[in-house]
């Protein structure tokens, strides 16, 4: 566990607070968890940074996935899912195709996304998509400028999904009420006022 030093003063005690890494900051559950989740074998990475070397985010940021999967052999589950980097991977699985180990660093960060949202730590946008389809099938649902611009291709305004076939819709929303998804999603973003 991190040393206290007791500044009284949370600016001073976040600046100064204790960056080393303790037996005790490990849990071992973490990395079981991240392996259930994501099915790969995260405990086999030798951090040879082949992942990052292909990572289309890490030039951009300071999202190093490498990080990520080092974390989770480590089992620093706070640091993990709490690191706002987390959401940066654009899982277009370079790092998958690449790692010598046969590990898939991508189903490593899906993983902890999950275990994330399962503490509330989780980006709005995936919450609103969430709402969407819902209500609608579509993450990104039909509009009246795109019904005009199907109408001039000579399309039907709307195409054969649920936009359709509404009819289809309580059985999506089955699903996302078997998850409490929209549940959440609702509660989360009403807690912020949104
Ligand atoms: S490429 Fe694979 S073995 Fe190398 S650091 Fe990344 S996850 Fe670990
Ligand atoms: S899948 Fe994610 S972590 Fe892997 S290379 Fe692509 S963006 Fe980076």
Request: some cysteine; hydrophobic content about 30%; glycine content about 6%.
């Amino acid at each position: 566990m991190a040393t206290e030093k007791n500044y009284g003063n949370p600016q001073l005690e976040d600046k100064l607070r204790d960056r080393y890494f303790y037996t005790e900051d490990s849990h071992p559950d973490f990395l079981a968890d991240v392996e259930k989740i994501g099915r790969t074998i995260a405990h086999m990475c030798f951090q040879c940074g082949t992942c990052t070397g292909s990572c289309p985010s890490a030039p951009r940021s300071s999202y190093r996935i490498r990080l990520f999967v080092r974390r989770a052999v480590l089992g620093l589950e706070d640091e993990a899912l709490t690191d706002p980097d987390l959401w940066l991977c654009t899982t277009c699985y370079s790092c998958t195709d690449r790692c010598p180990r046969d590990i898939a660093p991508t189903d490593v960060i899906m993983a902890m996304r999950n275990l994330a949202f399962k503490r509330d730590i989780v980006p709005r946008n995936f919450l609103k998509t969430a709402q969407l389809i819902y209500t609608t099938g579509h993450g990104v649902p039909n509009n009246d400028v795109n019904r005009a611009a199907r109408e001039k291709l000579g399309l039907t305004r709307d195409p054969p999904t649920t936009h359709g076939y509404p009819e289809f819709i309580p059985g999506i929303q089955k699903i996302l009420d078997y998850y409490k998804l929209k549940e959440n999603a609702d509660r989360i973003l009403a807690e912020e006022g949104q």
